[in-house]
C-alpha cells in the first residue's frame, strides 16, 4: 500500500468549478514517502453564514483538547459547527449536532466505492479504457486513459469550465448544468486553447470531472440511474437514512439544517448540480457510518479494499492546487492522507458547497474518527478552525 500524505493548506477561491465539488478542492497532508505535497481544503467560493443569535454550547461530552477548540467558536470567521467524534455529536452556534448539510466533494468517496464495487464484480475493468464504455464522453486525445487514471486523478483530463457563481447575479445559486454539458464544455475550452493533455498516469491532478465520468460509466454499464446504485449499494445497506443523492432541481434541504449566506444572500436552498462529485446531503452520524464501514472492509473485497488507499507513485502536477510541488496525494478509493503533529497519518475527505465546509478523518485503525461541518462567515479561511478540529479530535 502506498501511504503518500499532503498538508492541509487553504484555496484561493475563484469561480465555482467541478474540481472541488463542483467547485475547488479538498484538504490534506505531507508525503510519508519522497518528497512532501501541499494539499488545499475545498472550499469552493468564499462564502458567508449569517444566522439568529448563538445556542449555548453544547460540548461537554467532547475530549478536553476538542472541547477547547469548539469553545472558541462561533465568532468573526465561523458561525456555527458541528462535530461528531468517535459516535458522540455536538454544536455550537446557531447549528445542531444532528444538523443536514451538503458534503460537498465527500460524494466522491461514494463514487469511487460505487465503481470498485463494479470492478469486483468485474462489470468493469480497472486497466480497461474507459472510452471503452463510453466512447461518447471522452474525445480521442484521451483514449487510453484508464478507469483505474479516473479513480486516482490521473486521467488528465482538462480543467472544469467555469459553472454558476455570485458573479452571474441574483439566482446564481439555483443554476445548473448537467454532467454532459460540463464535459462538453470543458473539453471544448481545452481544445480551443490548443491544450495538448499529459501522459495518462504520469501525474495527479485533482478534478471533479474524474467523478463525472465515472457516474455516467457506471449509468452506461448497468443500465440503471447512478443515483438507484448508490441507494442500492450504499444508503440502504448501510441504513443512511439522512443522507441522498438530489435532483439537480431539488433546491431543498431536510431539516434540521443551518440557514447559510454567501454576500449577504441567503443560498440555502441551492441547486445539488454536482452530483456524483459534490452534490450529496447527509449528517455527521450518517458519515461516520459510511466511512466506518468503508475502513473495515464491510463495502468492498480484500483485493479492491486494498486500493481504498492506495496512492499512485506520481508526482503531483505544476498547478494541481491540492498537491502542489509533492508527490500525488489522493488514493484510488477516493481519499487523502494527513499527518497529524504528533507524525500519525489519517485518512479521509474534505468537501464544500457554499455555506459549508466539511469533512470525516479517521486513524487508519479507527481508533478516533470526526466528522465536522462549519458554517464560515467570510471573514478569513477556516483552515485554521477545520486543522485544529481534526487536530483535536483524533490525538490520544
Same mark, same amino acid.
Given at each position: 500500500?502506498?501511504?503518500?500524505?499532503?498538508?492541509?493548506?487553504?484555496?484561493?477561491?475563484?469561480?465555482?468549478? /467541478? #474540481?472541488?465539488?463542483?467547485?475547488?478542492?479538498?484538504?490534506?497532508?505531507?508525503?510519508?514517502?519522497?518528497?512532501?505535497?501541499?494539499?488545499?481544503?475545498?472550499? %469552493?467560493?468564499?462564502?458567508?453564514t449569517?444566522?439568529?443569535?448563538?445556542?449555548?454550547?453544547? &460540548?461537554?461530552?467532547?475530549?478536553?483538547?476538542?472541547?477547547?477548540?469548539?469553545?472558541?467558536?462561533p465568532?468573526?470567521?465561523?458561525?456555527?459547527?458541528?462535530?461528531?467524534?468517535?459516535?458522540?455529536?455536538?454544536?455550537?452556534?446557531?447549528?445542531?449536532?444532528? !444538523?443536514?448539510?451538503?458534503?460537498?466533494?465527500?460524494?466522491?468517496?461514494? &463514487?469511487?466505492?460505487?465503481?470498485?464495487?463494479?470492478?469486483?464484480?468485474?462489470?468493469?475493468?480497472?486497466?480497461?479504457?474507459?472510452?471503452?464504455?463510453?466512447?461518447?464522453?471522452?474525445?480521442?486525445?484521451?483514449?487510453?486513459? #484508464?478507469?483505474?487514471?479516473?479513480?486516482d486523478?490521473?486521467?488528465?483530463?482538462? !480543467?472544469?469550465?467555469?459553472?454558476?457563481?455570485?458573479?452571474?447575479? +441574483?439566482?446564481?445559486?439555483?443554476?445548473?448544468?448537467?454532467?454532459?454539458e460540463?464535459?462538453?464544455?470543458?473539453? !471544448?475550452?481545452?481544445?480551443?486553447?490548443?491544450?495538448?493533455?499529459?501522459e495518462?498516469?504520469?501525474?495527479?491532478?485533482?478534478?471533479?470531472? @474524474?467523478?463525472?465520468?465515472?457516474?455516467?460509466?457506471?449509468?452506461?454499464?448497468?443500465?440503471?440511474?447512478?443515483?438507484?446504485?448508490?441507494?442500492?449499494?450504499?444508503?440502504? +445497506?448501510?441504513?443512511?437514512?439522512?443522507?441522498? /443523492?438530489?435532483?439537480?432541481? =431539488?433546491? %431543498?434541504?431536510?431539516?434540521?439544517?443551518? &440557514?447559510?449566506?454567501?454576500?449577504?444572500?441567503?443560498v440555502?436552498?441551492?441547486?445539488?448540480?454536482?452530483w456524483?462529485?459534490?452534490?450529496?446531503?447527509?449528517?455527521?452520524? =450518517?458519515?461516520?457510518?459510511?466511512?466506518?464501514?468503508?475502513?473495515?472492509?464491510?463495502?468492498?473485497?480484500?483485493?479492491?479494499?486494498?486500493?481504498?488507499f492506495?496512492?499512485?507513485?506520481?508526482?503531483?502536477?505544476?498547478?494541481?492546487? @491540492?498537491?502542489?510541488?509533492?508527490?500525488?496525494?489522493?488514493?484510488?478509493?477516493?481519499?487523502?492522507?494527513?499527518?497529524?503533529?504528533?507524525?500519525?497519518?489519517?485518512? %479521509?475527505?474534505?468537501?464544500?458547497?457554499?455555506?459549508?465546509? @466539511?469533512?470525516?478523518?479517521?486513524?487508519?485503525?479507527?481508533?478516533?474518527?470526526?466528522?465536522?461541518?462549519? @458554517?464560515?462567515?467570510?471573514?478569513?479561511?477556516?483552515?485554521?478552525?477545520?486543522?485544529?478540529?481534526?487536530?483535536?479530535?483524533?490525538?490520544?
Amino acid at each position: 500500500m502506498s501511504e503518500r500524505l499532503l498538508s492541509i493548506a487553504p484555496e484561493h477561491p475563484v469561480r465555482l468549478r /467541478l #474540481t472541488t465539488t463542483g467547485l475547488a478542492v479538498a484538504a490534506a497532508v505531507a508525503a510519508v514517502t519522497a518528497g512532501s505535497a501541499v494539499a488545499q481544503p475545498d472550499l %469552493g467560493v468564499a462564502h458567508a453564514t449569517r444566522a439568529p443569535a448563538a445556542a449555548p454550547q453544547r &460540548t461537554t461530552a467532547l475530549n478536553p483538547a476538542l472541547r477547547e477548540v469548539m469553545g472558541r467558536m462561533p465568532d468573526a470567521v465561523v458561525a456555527g459547527a458541528l462535530v461528531r467524534r468517535d459516535g458522540t455529536g455536538a454544536a455550537v452556534g446557531p447549528v445542531t449536532a444532528d !444538523a443536514h448539510f451538503r458534503i460537498g466533494s465527500v460524494t466522491k468517496t461514494f &463514487t469511487h466505492t460505487v465503481v470498485l464495487q463494479l470492478v469486483a464484480e468485474r462489470r468493469i475493468a480497472l486497466d480497461a479504457a474507459a472510452r471503452r464504455y463510453v466512447p461518447e464522453l471522452l474525445p480521442e486525445a484521451y483514449d487510453r486513459v #484508464t478507469v483505474r487514471q479516473l479513480l486516482d486523478h490521473t486521467s488528465g483530463l482538462p !480543467a472544469p469550465a467555469p459553472t454558476p457563481g455570485p458573479e452571474d447575479g +441574483p439566482g446564481w445559486q439555483f443554476g445548473s448544468v448537467t454532467p454532459e454539458e460540463s464535459l462538453r464544455e470543458s473539453f !471544448a475550452a481545452a481544445a480551443a486553447a490548443h491544450r495538448t493533455p499529459p501522459e495518462p498516469g504520469s501525474e495527479q491532478q485533482y478534478n471533479g470531472l @474524474n467523478s463525472v465520468v465515472l457516474a455516467l460509466l457506471v449509468e452506461k454499464v448497468t443500465g440503471r440511474s447512478f443515483t438507484d446504485e448508490l441507494e442500492q449499494r450504499i444508503i440502504r +445497506p448501510l441504513h443512511l437514512r439522512h443522507t441522498s /443523492l438530489p435532483a439537480a432541481d =431539488d433546491l %431543498g434541504i431536510p431539516s434540521p439544517h443551518a &440557514t447559510v449566506y454567501v454576500a449577504g444572500h441567503d443560498v440555502t436552498e441551492q441547486s445539488p448540480y454536482p452530483w456524483a462529485e459534490g452534490g450529496m446531503i447527509s449528517t455527521a452520524a =450518517d458519515l461516520d457510518r459510511f466511512f466506518t464501514a468503508l475502513f473495515r472492509g464491510r463495502l468492498l473485497p480484500p483485493a479492491q479494499q486494498k486500493l481504498v488507499f492506495d496512492v499512485p507513485p506520481v508526482k503531483s502536477a505544476a498547478d494541481n492546487k @491540492n498537491c502542489f510541488g509533492g508527490p500525488a496525494c489522493y488514493s484510488v478509493g477516493g481519499l487523502m492522507g494527513y499527518r497529524l503533529e504528533n507524525q500519525e497519518v489519517v485518512w %479521509g475527505k474534505t468537501g464544500s458547497r457554499p455555506g459549508w465546509d @466539511n469533512g470525516f478523518f479517521a486513524t487508519r485503525d479507527l481508533r478516533h474518527r470526526v466528522a465536522y461541518s462549519l @458554517n464560515s462567515t467570510g471573514a478569513a479561511s477556516p483552515l485554521p478552525y477545520i486543522r485544529q478540529v481534526v487536530g483535536a479530535a483524533l490525538a490520544d
